[in-house]
């Protein structure tokens, strides 16, 4: 009975998720995740009550994701560099399968999204990871100018969440298809950490 009750909280919120990344909260109506669950709105409504109650988990769960990923990486015990090619790395491929995931998180964001950032204590993480550490101590040894980690965080992600979020924009000024927007976000693995870099190292 417990597997049973898992599996269909696990399809309903498959099926939530793909809605609401498509069509966001206003947008999404529960008669259509329930088709898309192949389940009834009863259902539904018997699991989470209420279509803001199923919202916020998949957002919850979407939000930890797209941000857990920075939060795991900029702790690992890597030199600076070689974790700066890793987080660009790791989230191109990310954004790549996931395209719909930035505008999801910054449409609940603009409204009320602190709590997230709160539960997840991300100033925190921040402010005591090794990435920050680390980012100091070449600093003081002359080796890239002294920065704030915030700001080589937010251009990191600003340099791939943009292109993701504005991909028609830059799909028709580079007059690239699918497959090229695909070889343009995958050359960004290299262009953006040698940006990242660059300005470190100029200091």
């Known amino acids: 009975m417990a597997q049973e009750k898992q599996d269909a909280e696990t399809k309903i919120k498959e099926a939530a998720r793909r809605v609401f990344l498509a069509q966001g909260y206003e947008g999404a109506k529960m008669r259509q995740i329930a088709e898309e669950a192949d389940v009834n709105l009863a259902m539904i409504n018997y699991y989470f009550r209420s279509k803001e109650q199923l919202f916020n988990s998949i957002y919850a769960e979407t939000f930890g994701q ?20 890793k987080i660009v790395d790791r989230y191109t491929d990310f954004l790549i399968d996931n395209p719909l995931v930035p505008s999801f998180i910054l449409s609940k964001q603009r409204v009320n999204g602190g709590e997230f950032l ?21 600093a003081e040894k002359g080796n890239i100018r002294l920065t704030d980690p915030l700001q080589v965080i937010t251009a990191i992600l600003g340099c791939l969440v943009f292109p993701i979020m504005a ?17 343009f976000m995958e050359s960004r693995k290299q262009f953006v950490p040698e940006m990242i870099m660059a300005y470190l190292k100029s200091g």
């Open 66 to 85: 797209f941000i857990g990923q920075v939060m795991q990486l900029i702790n690992e015990p890597t030199p600076l560099e070689v974790k700066i090619w």
């Open 118 to 138: 709160k539960d997840m204590d991300v100033r925190g993480q921040i402010e005591k990871s090794v990435f920050k550490k680390q980012l100091v101590e070449e």
């Open 167 to 183: 991909q028609q924009v830059v799909s028709y000024v580079g007059g690239l298809d699918e497959a090229g927007f695909r070889e």
